[in-house]
């Protein structure tokens, strides 16, 4: 099936130097398209999928494509940071300045006074995954806490949500019914935070980006158009964990 969904899509008009693929997911019930940060477009399709109806969908989307292939090229390299006193971190939204202070067995990175506060650690690397480990258990906080509102715009229920690193996703809809958000989200404001959010709630309506999934989009966030442009702004600056 892969081979003959493979040929029907090869016969599109794709661009020049387009990197991409078809992967054959037996769960899914829809055409699933995603872009990897380094530009690899990655067509996710069912067991069953009709050839032709998969490259009639992937037709209508080229344009779309096409704009984010030409966004992620034009992206700046991914952010690293130096972990020493007075580097700015963000969390929903607000800058922070780092503190280095002394290790200590009871001390943990924390938000204290305005000030981002980091144990001394073993190396740069230690550190990086101590601050990665704060957003991500500070963050799952948050997250729990905001999902009920969402969930009652949308009209689902996730059975649980995960704080996690994606890496090169931000948000993830399992088919279980579980939604991961990659950590470095929490950097984002909470405006932002919503739009990834709502957006793997909507998943769990309606698979794929297509106009059915954008209706359910704009449902809930009648200004998601607005949303998407600033996270689209923002999402170059994310901090993932790399230092120097």
Partial sequence: MSTAVHQAIAELPLPPGWRWRVDVRP?????????????????AVPAQADPQAVAAAVRTRLPRIAEEIRRRADR???????????????????????????????RRVRLHRGWLELPESSSTDEGARRIAAWYTERGGDWIRARLPSLELRVGVTANCVEIADLADRWGA???SGTITVHWAVMQLPPPLVDLVLVHELCHLRQQGHGPAFRREMRLVLSDVDRREKWFAEEEPQLWRGRVQ
């Fill in 76 to 106: 700046p390299a991914e952010p690293v940071k130096e972990l020493v006193g007075g580097s700015s971190f963000a969390y929903l939204g607000r800058r922070y300045r780092l503190k280095p202070v002394p290790a200590d067995r009871e």
């Fill in 173 to 175: 809809c399992g088919p």
């Fill in 27 to 43: 769960r899914r019930r829809s055409l699933g398209i995603e872009i990897t940060h380094d530009g690899e477009v990655r067509f």
